[in-house]
């Protein structure tokens, strides 16, 4: 296994163990060197970077750019969204990255979310109300860990109930696309489009208190200021770009949180009691969990705008540039006796949601709902357990997204 410049783009490696035990196949890449040629989620050979140090320094690193425009000529195939679609952060550099996330910023901070903890739980509570009276045994991701963020960000953004339903089905057709039946997915980022587009006419005729009303109003704010100082503003594909991206991030990367932090307590049932005992230990414990088995093993890919050299390797300027955040969170160099779930331990430095200036902007979001959602289901049912053999559950088979398909669980 080679880890230099000449390694052959024509045989990267096999990536099919990174979907089936992916925390064993980065233990071996990460012993056998810090970079590797792998195939990429768009087919493509990709470097892919697999050690904390190198991992932690690159997601900061600006040489490494988000723009596509930046990819070499036929070197990345991404999702084929429209420019509507395409012109978010996800892809974007300062000052572009800059200006937009200072004005969607705001819906984040430490008080906005503390304000809403307590709908949070209301909505955790009355899903928890329905599993019990439909009686076990129930799936956890159907019946609690999709809906709580769902509801949550749509409420936030101000969509119709109606519609949501409609966005959880084309979500899963992203996340999850089938290669045998393509036109799912094209299906669905014209539904989707349609769908936010409708929405935004919506908010401009009839403007709500409402996160969506406020971008709306930035971008339609005639002298330039952007209400927000300092003459920030939204074209209309960043306005309708956001949107998609708030609500896509919001579910996705909650969802997956919380369900892989409950199978990781029913894995270890002496954990799950002590936290039923102290549930004040849940905001340190979800640290723990979202560096043992986070939602995102991987970075957003990124293309050097030069040439340049991550962990001794070689990397021509426009390759595409995976950065393996599963992998860096379980450097035993990082994080010592990696594989053992450890909520003592020090996670200051935990890369789970990012670093840098793409650190993830639902960051605080993400981690009042999942405190939150945990503390109501081991309040309500504390002899939670599998309803299924261990070996049965499956999780999605995507590089980018770890997640579960269903959980099964009874009380």
Request: charged residues 25%; negative net charge; glycine residues 8%.
């Amino acid at each position: 296994m080679q880890n230099t410049a000449e390694t052959a783009p024509d045989a990267p490696l096999d990536t099919t163990p990174l979907l089936d035990d992916p925390h064993t196949a980065y233990a071996g890449l990460r012993e056998a060197g810090p970079v590797h040629r792998i195939t990429g989620a768009d087919g493509q050979p990709a470097w892919l970077v697999t050690r904390y140090d190198d991992v932690r320094r690159a997601l900061a690193d600006p040489r490494l750019s988000l723009d596509k425009r930046h990819a070499a000529p036929g070197g990345f195939r991404g999702f084929a969204l429209p420019p509507a679609l395409d012109a978010n952060l996800l892809n974007m550099d300062p000052p572009d990255h800059t200006r937009i996330r200072r004005l969607v910023g705001k819906a984040f901070t430490p008080g906005r979310v503390d304000a809403l903890r307590a709908p949070v739980r209301r909505v955790a509570e009355e899903l928890l109300d329905a599993m019990e009276r439909r009686g076990g045994p129930a799936d956890l991701i159907a019946d609690y860990a999709g809906p709580l963020p769902i509801t949550v960000i749509c409420d936030l953004l101000g969509v119709p109930h109606q519609d949501r339903r409609d966005f959880l089905a084309w979500s899963d057709a992203l996340i999850t696309p089938d290669p045998a039946r393509p036109e799912l997915m094209r299906q669905a980022i014209g539904a989707m489009l349609e769908f936010y587009t409708g929405l935004i006419a919506a908010k401009r005729a009839e403007p709500g208190d409402d996160l969506l009303s406020d971008l709306v109003a930035v971008r339609d704010d005639t002298d330039g200021s952007g209400g927000a100082g300092g003459g920030d503003r939204l074209t209309e594909d960043e306005l309708t770009s956001l949107a998609f991206l708030i609500l896509f991030a919001g579910y996705e990367n909650t969802v997956h949180l919380i369900g892989n932090a409950v199978l990781t307590l029913l894995d270890h049932p002496e954990e799950l009691q002590e936290l039923q005992r102290n549930p004040a230990e849940l905001p340190a414990a979800v640290e723990e969990f979202l560096r043992y088995d986070g939602p995102s093993p991987l970075a957003i890919r990124r293309f050097p705008k030069e040439d340049m050299e991550i962990g001794g390797v070689r990397i021509p300027a426009g390759q595409s540039v995976l950065l393996a955040i599963a992998s860096a969170n379980r450097d035993p160099a990082r994080f010592p006796d990696p594989d053992r779930l450890d909520r003592g331990r020090e996670l200051s430095g935990h890369l789970a949601l990012g670093h840098g200036i793409h650190y993830c902007l639902g960051a605080p979001l993400a981690r009042m709902e999942t405190v939150t959602a945990l503390e109501a289901l081991l309040a309500r049912f504390p002899e939670l357990r599998l309803a299924v053999p261990r070996g049965d559950l499956r999780h999605r088979p995507a590089l980018r997204s770890r997640g579960l398909i269903s959980l099964p669980v009874a009380w």
